[in-house]
């Protein structure tokens, strides 16, 4: 019973944070419809992915308030401080080069296959390429430092108050598994569960970093490392696949969906416990 208590008022606030954002999108969402009917508040991406980011920081605001003041000089210290010293842009460019020419490398592995060829017929260089290119990454940085801070900075760090570190990092993954399909969530445990196996073992490697090096930037350049390599792919196709019927198990346009992916995410996530087994265990 007891352990019982210290769960629900370890994740109560969470759950009441997650309903206040679902209320606030199913009253806006009529009022956006209004302004343009393509709108939805509960997209993935686009001005849904923006909503979302707003309102869950407006929510982790609101937390702030009720929590200690020692929680809320944490999160001021791993969320904004690091911004002020130089030292922090080595360490993001480092996780972001490990983990872009991770994406690289696989889909180079998918190149030699019969199965994805390379577009030679893509387009060309230009200014106005590298421009959306330069601007693509900007949103990508941003993109990366605001989901490590709601899922890490903010969900992990305060479920660190209440539970071990392998706890938290298990239950920030699963919400960050959802969030990613907010209009079917249950979606990515039955039909969709591909993804969902993906997005929870990133949410688990992520989260691993973050509980490891302790620093919020490591974990925003993994991420970003990750998700620039798909902006880099929507502004230059160069890579081709077969339809989706012909591809085979192991190869998917998402990455997030491959099962080579998920292995791949696997063994990342052992070596790095093996590393620190301690830290994470503790």
């Not at 929510?59 to 904004?80: A, E, G, H, V």
């Not at 190869?251 to 070596?271: E, G, N, Q, T, Y």
């Amino acid at each position: 019973m007891r352990v019982v208590k210290q769960i629900l008022s370890a994740i109560g606030p969470i759950i009441l944070s997650a309903l206040s954002i679902l209320i606030t999108f199913f009253i806006l969402q009529p009022l956006a419809l209004k302004l343009d009917p393509r709108f939805n508040l509960l997209a993935n991406r686009g001005i849904g992915k923006v909503a979302f980011i707003f309102l869950a920081i407006y929510q982790i605001f609101l937390l702030l308030i009720i929590l200690p003041k020692s929680f809320f000089n944490d999160f001021i210290r791993i969320n904004f401080s690091f911004f002020i010293q130089k030292s922090w842009i080595k360490d993001f460019f480092k996780y972001f080069s490990i983990f872009f020419s991770l994406h690289v490398l696989l889909l180079i592995l998918f190149l030699m296959t019969p199965y994805v060829q390379f577009n030679y017929f893509w387009g060309y260089f230009d200014l106005n390429l590298i421009l959306k290119l330069i601007w693509g990454f900007i949103v990508v940085f941003f993109l990366a430092w605001s989901e490590e801070l709601i899922f890490r900075g903010t969900i992990y760090l305060y479920l660190a108050r209440f539970f071990k570190p392998i706890a938290g990092i298990l239950v920030t993954s699963i919400i960050f598994m959802f969030v990613h399909d907010l209009s079917r969530p249950v979606n990515l445990i039955t039909e969709n569960w591909h993804l969902g196996m993906g997005l929870f073992l990133l949410g688990v490697l992520l989260n691993i970093i973050f509980v490891i090096t302790r620093k919020l930037y490591t974990g925003m350049g993994a991420h970003a490392g990750l998700v620039f390599v798909k902006v880099i792919l929507r502004r230059i196709p160069i890579i081709m696949y077969l339809s989706a019927s012909k591809l085979p198990f192991w190869i998917d346009k998402d990455l997030r969906m491959s099962p080579l992916v998920h292995l791949l995410f696997f063994a990342l996530i052992c070596i790095f416990f093996i590393k620190n087994r301690k830290k994470l265990i503790n």
